[in-house]
């Protein structure tokens, strides 16, 4: 079965820094891989998915990721954090032709002034 | 569209009673899928439905839990009788899972506490 795992449970960045969120999958073949934003009592967004194709991946809010299977990883960038960004991260997987999705635990993300 | 509707968003009931949590899919979704976010477990996948039929249903904790879609644009979850180790945030979610449209998308989610 797959499963992914963010190292990091917190990450603290000052705005108008760079932002890079770590996510590593385990799955057999190639995966499909996700990451989603969940803002306080909300639910999750994507941000972005890969599924094949170009491993630079671009999404909303100015995200992007890098699918690396050599490493399998699958990792969420961000040039600029902007204080609206502040949110829980979530990375996750499914495998293909498979409909379910595994989450890794998520990486919170202050953004400080 | 609307996006996926949840409801109740906060349900607060004392253990041992039945809790019904209700979801209204996207339009046109095939697939239903129920999620339960807890601080100790993270996102766990309970069940999912491909048009209308329970497919995988591993995810259920115990018997307690049952879910049903009786059509394409209603799901619910059921815990009877419910225990405080059940409080946590109940989130429903619906995709078209069309080639690459295979985005799920997400209510905002119920919160139950049971005390």
């Known amino acids: 079965a797959q499963s992914v795992t963010q190292p990091d449970i917190h990450i603290t960045v000052s705005e108008g820094a760079s932002l890079e969120l770590r996510c590593n999958y385990s799955?057999?073949?190639?995966?499909?891989l996700f990451w989603y934003v969940q803002s306080p009592g909300q639910g999750l967004q994507l941000l972005l998915k890969?599924?094949?194709?170009?491993?630079l991946v671009q999404g909303i809010k100015g995200f992007e990721a890098e699918f690396k299977r050599s490493q399998s990883s699958f990792n969420l960038r961000k040039p600029s954090v902007h204080w609206s960004d502040a949110a829980e991260y979530f990375c996750a997987v499914a495998a293909y032709n498979d409909y379910k999705l595994s989450f890794g635990a998520g990486t919170t993300v202050t953004v400080r002034a | 569209d609307a996006g996926v509707i949840q409801s109740p968003r906060h349900e607060v009931t004392e253990m041992g009673q039945e809790v019904t949590l209700r979801c209204k899919p996207i339009?046109?979704?095939?697939?239903l899928f129920w999620y339960r976010q807890t601080m100790m477990r993270g996102l766990e996948l309970l069940i999912y439905f491909n048009n209308n039929v329970p497919i995988d249903d591993s995810g259920m904790p115990e018997d307690r839990f049952s879910a049903k879609m009786p059509n394409a644009s209603f799901s619910t979850l059921k815990i009877q009788p419910s225990e405080p180790r059940d409080s946590a945030v109940y989130f429903c979610?619906?995709?078209?899972?069309?080639?690459?449209?295979?985005?799920?998308?997400f209510g905002q989610g119920t919160r139950l506490t049971v005390v």
């Open positions: 979610a619906s995709s078209p899972y069309r080639d690459e449209d295979t985005e799920a998308f």
């Open positions: 799955y057999g073949a190639t995966p499909y």
């Open positions: 339009s046109g979704h095939d697939y």
């Open positions: 890969y599924f094949s194709g170009d491993t």
